[in-house]
Structures are given as C-alpha cells and as structure tokens.
C-alpha cells in the first residue's frame, strides 16, 4: 500500500520559534498533500489542501501567514508553523493523494508539537 | 467546519462481542469512508464506499452506505484486544477531494 512518512514525530520548542514539519509520499507521486490539525480527543479538521506547483488553499479560519504551507514535488510538502505559541500545541496530520486529490488519501503518522 | 455526527461516542464492550456505530450527516455525500486511529497514529482506512446502498466488508468489519447518502454504519464482528482505537467516519463529495471526518467513535475492550 502507498505510505506516507512525516518527520519529525514530535517536537518540543519555545513559544515564538518556527517549527517545519515535512510529509512525504514514499512509494507514489502526490499531486494533492492535505494538512490536518487534531486536539486531544477531538476529530481531525482539515487546515489546508495543497496541490504541488501552487499555493496552498486553506480552510477558513486559518491563518495562511501563520501555517506556511509548500508543496514543491510530487513527493513532499512542509508545513512551518511560524511564531509558534502554546495554544499551537496540537498533532498535526498530513495526507497525499495522487490524481489530482480524487485519489484515496493516504495518511501520514502524524507530529505532536508541543510548545512552552 | 462541518463536522459528521457518530453515534455512539464511545464504547465498552467484551472480547467477543459485535459492534454496532454509525455516522450520520445533514447533507449528502458521494463517497464514505471509515478509518482506525490508534494513539500517536495517523489514521488508516478500513473500507471506502462509494455507491448508495452499498455494503462492503473487509475480514470482520462490514460498512453500509446508506440509501439517503446522509449516513453510513460499521459493523464489527467478534471484536478482539485489536479492534481497539478511535473510529473515524468521513464524507467525501464528487468532484471534491477534501474530506469531512466524523466525531468519532472510541473503542475500549474490557478484558
């Protein structure tokens, strides 16, 4: 089956520093990569939808200068969390689909971030 | 955003016992998919339905997508210490690659 690998797992960092998080798509090509946000026993809420060569669209009420997102192949994309704050705090969850998104979405193992 | 509505929010159940949830929703959807979300784990797709009135199973679990389209149930037959985990419904229209997750359903096998 397809996988999607995220780096890192987790990370700890001080409130006000920017943090990358990176999804890739090990054994397919991801024209379409979705970035998801999910607090303690809550569901995951989808924060932007990213297709490789353009700017990301991003679900409303997220802040698009805050939660950079970029897609620049077909087998990776970085979200960077700029001036992280505690309340940022959350698992964030990527998931690639080939084919223009209209594939299965294949999800990644997630990164807990944590910030003080 | 939206969100999809699950039934029951959580359940406690014996080994062996069958499991019954569903996910309902105010608007119709195309495709309905359910997931497993194990702790510190992305979520992984158990079945995907994509016709009304659909029923498919994969081993024990069976999932129906309902006639309406507005709703979707999970069966899981004979559960074991495995089954355990959050159950995740999601909706997906035609033409629309997001996907819109349900609730939730959090599976706990008491031994």
């Known amino acids: 089956g397809a996988v999607v690998s995220q780096h890192p797992s987790w990370v700890i960092c001080k409130s006000g520093t920017s943090v990358k998080i990176e999804c890739r798509s090990l054994?397919?090509?991801?024209?379409?990569m979705f970035w998801y946000r999910q607090f303690p026993k809550q569901s995951l809420m989808l924060m932007a939808t990213?297709?490789?060569?353009?700017?990301?669209?991003?679900e409303q009420g997220v802040e698009k200068d805050k939660f950079l997102i970029n897609h620049a192949s077909l087998t990776l994309s970085t979200l960077t969390v700029t001036s992280a704050h505690p309340e940022d705090s959350s698992f964030y969850i990527c998931?690639?689909?080939?084919?223009?998104?209209?594939?299965?979405?294949?999800f990644g193992p997630g990164t807990r971030l944590l910030v003080l | 955003g939206q969100q999809l509505n699950q039934s029951p929010q959580s359940m406690f159940i014996q080994e062996g016992e069958d499991v019954s949830m569903n996910c309902t929703s105010s608007?119709?959807?195309?495709?309905w998919l359910w997931y497993k979300q194990e702790p510190g784990e992305g979520p992984v797709l158990l079945i995907a339905?994509?016709?009304?009135?659909e029923l498919t199973s994969n081993g024990r679990l069976t999932a129906q997508f309902g006639i309406t389209r507005k709703d979707s149930f999970l069966n899981i037959s004979a559960s074991i210490p495995s089954d355990v985990g959050i159950y995740f419904c999601?909706?997906?229209?035609?033409?629309?690659?997001?996907?819109?997750f349900g609730t939730g359903t959090r599976l706990t096998i008491i031994p």
């Open positions: 054994d397919f090509q991801a024209t379409t």
């Open positions: 339905l994509y016709k009304a009135g």
């Open positions: 998931s690639a689909a080939g084919q223009g998104g209209q594939e299965t979405q294949y």
């Open positions: 999601a909706g997906q229209l035609a033409g629309n690659e997001k996907l819109t």
């Open positions: 990213s297709n490789e060569g353009s700017k990301a669209t991003y």
């Open positions: 608007s119709i959807f195309n495709t």
